[in-house]
């Protein structure tokens, strides 16, 4: 299939950009076709957060990358969403917070595997957990694919980033007293409910965001960090972020009465 190409005057040319690396993705196997869908849920909600990094937003990625820095085994999942939009992104904060990367995948088939493990490579990465070749446990109480973890990443991690994921691993994956950080525009989803904390944000800027801060707060104290994580309320942080959408709704409302009046 042909590359659409957008217009660098189209007014909607960021999100088009966005989708158009998610259905090369489709293409080259590393998005599942169920991918697509998810994708165009998250920019729904993008809409209502006004496509834009909130405050809010930038104080979770704070906090997450505090609990990336400060775990004894962080370990950063990855999918073949997440994969196709910010690979390189994927593997600097990989680097920078000693987490490594593992595939793991809802709709499993040895070609995405293949094909994630290629585009991380290709990013930059040298070490990647959870391909068959590796060694595996299973999660207990989980039925889907995901179940199947890396024995040196996920099974023995203490924090780990799913970014972008479907509830059932984050509900699991709590039960065996995992810390889990997710990037999730929906605050209503059940992982953004269920995780320790939630990115509500595109993964898109939030992803080169947390590798800034793992930047900077790599030199910061373990103390400071650890502080930085327990002032962290995922429940407070997620009725904010509804919060913001109903604003950012109603301010819409009012623009549209004001011109509808004039
Ligand atoms: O690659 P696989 O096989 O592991 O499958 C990955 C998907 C994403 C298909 C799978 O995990 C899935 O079905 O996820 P869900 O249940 O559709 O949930 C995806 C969540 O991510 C939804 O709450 C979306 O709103 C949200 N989302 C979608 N795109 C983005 C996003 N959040 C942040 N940034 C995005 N770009």
Sequence with gaps: ????????????????????????GHENDIVATAGLLAHGRGEAFDYLLGEQTTELARMACQAAVAALLSAKHPVISVNGNICALVPRNLV????????????????????????????????????????????????????????????????????????LEDGDRTEALRKIDKFVVTIDLNPMSRTAVLSNITIVDNVVRSLPLMVEYAREMK?????????????????????????LMIDHLSAQAVRGRVEEDE
């Design 92 to 163: 600097e904060l990989s680097e920078l917070t000693d987490a490594p990367v593992e595939i793991n995948l809802f709709y499993y088939r040895p070609v995405r595997e293949e094909a994630i493990a290629g585009a991380l490579r290709q990013a930059g990465a040298t070490e990647i957990l959870g391909t068959h070749d590796r060694p595996s446990e299973t999660i207990p109480e989980l039925s889907s694919n995901r179940r199947k973890v890396d024995s040196d990443g996920i099974a023995k991690a203490d924090v780990v980033l799913v970014p």
């Design 1 to 24: 299939m042909t590359k659409i190409h957008v217009p660098a005057d189209h007014p909607r040319k960021a999100s088009l950009d966005i989708r158009e690396r998610i259905i090369e």
């Design 219 to 243: 030199g910061w104290s373990r103390e400071k960090l650890r502080e930085t994580v327990a002032s962290f309320d995922n429940a407070t942080n997620l009725s904010k972020a509804l919060r």
